[in-house]
């Protein structure tokens, strides 16, 4: 959430907002472009990774969302948000 009201904008977090803010203005922080096309606009996907119904515990497949941002123009995903285990992976959309 980004508050307007002055330069100095207070910026949470996830759900951890109202107990960590940060003071800073909007126009000192840096900008992420996609590394295969340089585009700054990025949107959300999921990743979906199955697990095996012996791991689960119910007896039935499971499954597990990943979050995943990817470029709104080349659709390559931002390989540094993913975790270590999936990146370089050069996943496309």
Request: net charge positive; hydrophobic share 40%; charged share 25%.
């Amino acid at each position: 959430m980004i508050n307007k009201n002055n330069s100095n904008s207070s910026i949470g977090f996830g759900s951890q907002q109202a107990s960590a803010k940060l003071n800073m203005a909007i126009e000192d922080l840096e900008g992420v472009q996609c590394e295969n096309c340089k585009c700054e606009i990025f949107a959300e996907g999921v990743m979906i990774r199955t697990v095996s119904a012996l791991l689960t515990g119910t007896g039935k497949e499971g499954i597990v969302p990943i979050p995943a941002m990817y470029c709104i123009k080349c659709q390559t995903v931002v390989d540094r948000l993913l975790p270590e285990e999936l990146r370089s992976k050069k996943i496309k959309i």
